[in-house]
């Protein structure tokens, strides 16, 4: 029988935490990691109206894998759309 091990699922201040255990002079924020959710490039989940990551989606991140390459064509269009102009 495989035994499958549950995600390591945190709030992004939560993740930030986590990462200042492992690195304590770690140059991610929180505002960083909200505005890759934003843009598209973390991939997230919402309970709510809060952000929920998986560290192993952020590790990836963070170690320049691109997680929007698995996306259908309609969300690369929704996240191309909500990038605004620049004036």
Known sequence: ???QTAPKI????EAIQELRII???TAVTEHSLRMAV????????YAGRKVL???????AYLNGV???????????QTIIHH???AR
Request: hydrophobic share 35%; with cysteine; proline share 5%.
């Open 66 to 76: 691109d997680n929007r390459a698995d996306l259908e064509e309609t969300d690369r």
């Open 83 to 85: 990038i605004r102009n």
């Open 53 to 59: 990551i998986s560290m192993e989606t952020l590790f």
């Open 38 to 45: 934003k843009s598209g490039a973390l991939p997230c989940r």
């Open 23 to 25: 690195d304590p002079h």
């Open 1 to 3: 029988m495989i035994m």
């Open 10 to 13: 945190r709030g992004i201040k």
